[in-house]
């Protein structure tokens, strides 16, 4: 992360869901970002499977939020549904991610962390590199695109024991 650009996490609550919708709609991310009504929104805070964190800039307001499912597969397979920031080219989107990557790892069982992202999408496709994710793999038009065509989607995932070895080299 950035040392510019601090990161704190905090678990969202219904009070939240008007930014997270807001966030979510921005223009032009409709080819790149999942969209949850209200409803959604508070069944996954709700969820026992999943948490939707957060991401607060250093006075303690949120510019980002990501949602993560199947915190309790049997697998250890977490799932990382979405991850939106408010404002680009700031830092803020690398350092969210590196904080929910932490989360991941260290307040659950996982063995894999794992995102789909829509093609086309080079900001995020570098991020997740930067990160330590790996893409595994192509789906081929996996997924309705806005115009109703389809779109391929890119498979990426970090394992427990690189992020290990990443956050052990980043502190020597």
């Known amino acids: 992360m950035d040392?510019?650009?601090?990161?704190?996490?905090?678990?969202?609550?219904?009070?939240d869901i008007a930014f997270m919708m807001a966030t979510e709609r921005q223009p032009g991310f409709e080819w790149f970002i999942g969209q949850n009504d209200a409803a959604e929104h508070a069944r996954v805070i709700a969820g026992p499977s999943s948490a939707t964190l957060l991401g607060l800039d250093a006075a303690g307001v949120p510019q980002g939020f990501a949602i993560l499912k199947d915190l309790d597969d049997?697998?250890?397979?977490?799932?990382?549904?979405?991850?939106?920031?408010?404002?680009h080219g700031q830092g803020f989107g690398r350092g969210l991610l590196d904080q929910v990557v932490e989360f991941v790892f260290s307040s659950t069982k996982a063995h894999r962390f794992w995102l789909h992202m829509k093609a086309g999408n080079h900001r995020a496709h570098r991020v997740y590199l930067q990160a330590g994710f790996i893409e595994e793999g192509l789906l081929r038009q996996a997924m309705i695109a806005p115009d109703?065509?389809?779109?391929d989607?890119?498979?990426?995932?970090?394992?427990?024991?690189e992020w290990s070895l990443r956050t052990a080299s980043a502190t020597t």
């Open 148 to 151: 109703g065509g389809r779109m």
């Open 74 to 87: 049997a697998q250890g397979n977490v799932y990382l549904q979405r991850i939106v920031i408010a404002a």
């Open 3 to 15: 040392a510019q650009t601090p990161v704190r996490l905090r678990r969202a609550s219904v009070e």
């Open 153 to 161: 989607s890119h498979v990426f995932s970090i394992l427990r024991p």
